[in-house]
């Protein structure tokens, strides 16, 4: 009779311990064992939280190379049914070889749940008949747990639910997480003391009012915001370090649609827009997308929404400063085109409704679709296309933590017909849906890669540009990161080839993510190792640093509401001269408005207790030593980029900690 020492680790989460009987069944090349029911002497206690305990599986002979596990719990009278969260299972055979089974899933029902042996295994090199068949199941079931669903025609698909709980256990939110993230407006106005506001359609009467709700939750950067929200360098830093620096790009030419001219910009003579355009001095954030948008209606009124163009220069002293705001597409006599040199309250007005352009590009657009629907389309088509065994799977799912559920939430509480965005913000409503068809034409593969986007915007050398000085250094860290563990996987290009569960994820992304766009650059296949490695870095990149960057300060930014108005209630001006405070208090949203949207960016930028930053994996899928080591290194240059930030934050007027790898979660999950 031969022994095998088998290891049961629970999980030490919330909830994870069973009562239930678990049985196990060890499955090897030449044979089986019986399925043996686990107990030793700690009993019902074996399987609490946090819990390692031992047993041991006879069999009459040796049962070879172990491929997979079988493990099912049965509920007793005293104990009915519940749900279980292994870790692994480590198994070491009568020969001394020591296998490792990672589950890290939720078992909450009575049927039987195969696992494999950790060695990671691609399709082609897996040829046991039944690690084969085990492989094949495994899939089959997932596409029935993980199905394509089309949310609205022209913008990525999304996993079909009927609610969080009709989700698959494993992608659910934690207990912990569940119990902090109760994701309604109303807890934000709660947690924020503005209840009973939500109600009030009235405008705002002065600046002190919005400034009094605005004391109930102040960040140090949101109190900068207040303080500083209408000064022009202020204005201009945002393009860069704010929470969407995806707009800006240096201007070489003037668009045929910005009749501006160097007296008009440069009345002093000091510059001359051909000469400063040559050196790379003159920017421009184009919202070129908001036109023909549809504008809401809220509280019964009509809003507005503009789609400006702004033109900035880099001044000597390197402060990036608006030069001039036209508010329209299309040059009018209605539509004038904004300057510095205008009345205090024309050109704060103009900066005022870009701002309010800019909250729609970079809540539907940067953060929505670029970092959310995304992150989504990479993650189900992993769980449809690839089994646990797979490198890729080990190395990606880490990165679509709670990204489903996080998805699912936002697409009820937020855009759907009674979301705060589609109520209160002034792309609500059917201008939603329109924008993003437009927003998904834009996005190509290449705006994707940092490096590539930072080169095709030509902001290689603008100076105090954090987000692309962090971003670089993240990207190259992630790229070095994925390079070495998959190029320990594919030795050769013809494996990337031969690999068809690798190649039905990328088909998938590129059908149901990218609707089958070719001229979105998004590969339909892979050919090479390099172009695999590019493509996931840019997956987790997106699913980690990315959002990071679009996300986390959403309060800081958006909390003093002038800086970052939801909507818009006032038509912009069509001839100067005819603004004063009075309209512009006008313009900004009324006091529901207002609170509901303070109270969603509030929610937004919180941080679960159950939060894991980038490069921290406590489920440990891989079972090799060289991934390991991979994800020390990679661990180790995260670590002193986060100090190299904190370091040169310590000497900023205004830190900027949204690519420190500290701060930055693993997935999309907030």
Known sequence: MLSYDVTVSTADIVAATTFNNVFIKLVGEDGESERKWLINFKGAAAFMKGMVSKFTVHCSESIGKLVLIELDKQGLLIFPEDSWFPSKVEVKSPEGDVYVFPIYRWIDDNQVHRFREGTALRVFEDTHLLGRHSRERELKEREEDYRWDVYAEGIPHIMKADGPLSLPAEVRFSFTKTTEFFFTATAGLTELQLKGLDDCEENWPDIDSIDRVFCCKKTDISEYVQDHWKEDSFFGYQFLNAVNPTMIRRCSALPGNLPVTDEMVFSGGQFRLEEEMQKGNIFLCDYKSLDGIKANTINGKQQYLMAPLVLLHKTPDDKLMPIAIQLKQIPAGDNPIFFPSDSEYDWLTAKIFVRSAEFSEHQLNAHLLRTHLLAEVFAVS????????????????????????????????????????????????????????????????????????????????????????????????????????????????????????????????????????????????????????????????????????????????????????????????TTKGTTSEATMLKTLPDVNATVQGMATMWLLSKRSTDFVSLGQYPEEHFSEEIPFTFIKDFQAELRQLSAEIEARNVDLEIPYTYMDPGDIENSVAI
């Open 382 to 573: 992993l769980l449809r296309n690839v089994p646990m065994v797979h490198p890729l799977y080990k190395l990606l799912i880490p990165h679509t933590r709670y990204t489903l559920q996080i998805n699912y939430l936002a697409r009820r509480r937020l855009i759907a017909e009674t979301g705060v965005f589609t109520e209160f913000s002034a792309t609500g409503g059917e201008g939603m849906i329109t924008f993003l068809k437009k927003s998904l034409s834009s996005v190509t593969y290449s705006s994707l890669c940092l490096p590539d986007n930072i080169s095709e915007r030509g902001l290689e050398s603008v100076p105090n540009f954090y987000y692309r000085d962090d971003g670089l250094r993240l990207w190259s860290i992630i790229n070095r990161f994925v390079q070495g563990v998959l190029s320990f996987y594919y030795k050769n290009d013809l494996e990337v080839k031969q690999d068809s569960e690798l190649q039905k994820w990328i088909q998938d992304i590129y059908e149901h993510g990218f609707l089958s766009q070719k001229d979105t650059g998004i590969p339909q296949s892979f050919s090479t190792v390099a172009e695999v490695v590019r493509f996931v870095t840019m997956v987790v990149f997106t699913c980690s640093a990315q959002h990071s960057a679009v996300n986390g300060g959403q309060y800081d930014y958006g909390g003093w509401m002038p800086n970052n108005p939801i909507t818009l209630q006032l038509p912009p001006p």
